[in-house]
């Protein structure tokens, strides 16, 4: 999903990046600081747009596989480059090996199959409390019901979002239009208090764009939610990221299997280095 051009097109859109594209490597955001040039991730994504197929031990071992090339391609077309490899690789010795600096990430993994009997008592006793008092719908209509309710989120942590909401919207309703995702909203007296743009490449999901009301509306949304990406072949759904305390103990009580991701970057330019050694002062 996140490698496919018409996803990283429209969030390079949004992000005010460019894209790079090459066969051996995949579709990535990248821009242009100064003299530096680095690969970054989109807005909103999780995980870059790699196309790494399996990696063979030996291979690894040997300096031979995808991501050793891949790890050689970037480092002699940019400055500084971040990853962030699907969860499927594992294996990430090899940018290790390279002198990448590499460090895990989390995201919940839930299984459509096991339904909310895999939840917790207090999320399965929301639904039941509160599921008549919710109509959830799907409709790509209301892309932008979701990104309001992003937003006012952003807003309740005393965070902006920072790129205007017409540009998130646009972007997630053409990603809709073009078959890669469904919108699924939770209504109460007519009122969305929980919406979520899934993206969805065969059996796999994402809880890509989503935001709600403090209250019990995502959870109603997501009991709907196992049961309409089910009908379309869906077996599981990736979480989108456990490296916020309170929004991963939300993702836990959905019954979510915790795995691990890669983040990796590497700064080769004596631009790059020097610059990431000014921002590393400047924290300080």
Known sequence: MFSDPRYVRAMCKVGSLQVYEHEEVGTLAWRKRGPVREVVLPPFTPFSGLTIPALAE???????????RVARHLDQEFDRVRLHLPPEATDARALQWAGWQVSPLYTYLISVAAGQAAWSSGSRRAVRKEASTFQVVE??????????????????????LAFSSHSVTEAASGLLEAGLGRCLVALRDGQAEAGVVFLVDGPRAWYWLAGSKPGPAMTVLMASALEKLGALGVTDID???????TIAEFKRRLGGRLV????????????ARGVAALAALRGR
């Open 58 to 68: 030996t291979d690894v071992h040997g300096s031979r596989d995808p991501l050793n």
């Open 139 to 160: 409709d790509a209509g209301r892309a932008q019901e979701v990104v309001r309710l992003v937003l006012d989120g952003y807003e309740r942590n005393g965070r902006a």
């Open 239 to 245: 979480m989108v990221g456990a490296n916020t305390a």
């Open 260 to 271: 691990p991701y890669w983040a990796a970057t590497r700064s080769t330019g004596l631009v």
